[in-house]
């Protein structure tokens, strides 16, 4: 876990650093059309990710590059949705394979080099603009297995506004505070949380975020894996208190309410609050241009001062190997890697990518500089699905919502829990 922490620190203090101006190598628009140059015949590129907010605008960043290849079409493609994970895994089993697709960084990434099912990319030159630290989460052995893409920050996004009618001078802290702040949000007529938990990742985010605060994220999954521990322990007990508060001060028809709904809510000044990540502020943007917010971690005790914001490397763009275009396949990723490329895909998609020439993302208030801030504190914590078995994750969602409907209590949601981690590992 000390591991995994002091990478995410280092990573995002390197980041911060060359976006302020580090000497860091720049590559200029010139050399991107020297090196991507029009191809000799035509050519469809088929990528594969799974972030829902990005689908729109990922296709305008693409736009770009076919302007400059004419030649090459890039298709972008959302395979099972919210069942991403398993159902890129059923498709190249069955032989429909891409050219790019997304994988998360760390166990998920080692899993599919492990089966042969990504390109090695050590001695690939686009890999010398990547963060150090970034590359220890596809380093496999020594050798470096993909490109991570972005990096992300999850926690608590506030609306400034409505806390500043609302009477909220200070952010809350502790499980308690988080109580009071809703009592006086609900006082002003403001729904203290907008949630969305139609869909199950939201509610797979708000878990990780308790729960990655509460343990040692590498040594709980060390003794998982021999049937050595539980998700039932006395931290997560008292975190999970923050699920309840949530249920109780949220938006009418929880159930039936989506993550764009829930990103409408907060644009609009309607709710104060949603836990989600960084990824959220461009779908908030969408619907308020000028939207002014704050960055906080998800409280998980009555301690001021313990919470911490989750943060790591998440997305990881793979090639194929038996891909028929992989060298239009690389010429793409490195593409990616350019300084102008690097600053079109924050701007247009709201992430960070992990790269010496990148800059942070614009918009959204204070948010971008208030997850620095707990980075320079060592206030942060890797997400929990980064490490957790592939698939793991829609199931804790699909738990997490029987939780939130009553048809399990807390000592019925670990047991599940514990039992379907069991099934991902026999």
Known sequence: MKRVVAFVLMTMMLLVFTACGGNAPQQGAESNQAETGTPEKKVTLKLWQWRQEIVESLEEVLNEYTKQNPNVTVISERPGGEEYELTVKAMIASGENPDVFAVRAWSQTKEYADAGQVLEFTNEPFMSVVSDFA?????????LYGLPMQVDGGGIIYNKKVFEEAGITKPPETISELEQVCEQLKSKGFIPFAVAHKDWWTLRELFSYLHTQTTDLIEF?????VGNESFKNPKIDEAMRVVDIINENCNEKPMDSDYNNACALIAQGKAAMMVQGLWSIPVIERVNPDFDGGFIPVPVSDTAGEARLSADITVVFHIY???????????????????????????????????????????????WNDMVVHVEKGNV??????????????QLGQIMQGYCTGEYDKDQLYKQLDDTWKSFIK
């Open 135 to 143: 590359k220890e989460t596809v380093n496999i052995d020594g050798k």
């Open 221 to 225: 999954s060390k003794a998982m894996n």
């Open 321 to 367: 190997p038996e891909s028929e275009n992989i060298e239009e396949s690389k010429k793409l990723l490195e593409w990616f890697t350019q300084k102008e490329t690097a600053k079109l895909f924050a701007e247009k998609c709201g992430f960070l990518p992990p790269f010496e020439n990148a800059t942070p993302p614009k918009g959204g208030g204070s948010v």
């Open 381 to 394: 914590v890797p997400f929990g699905y980064s490490i957790w078995p592939t698939g793991f994750d829609a």
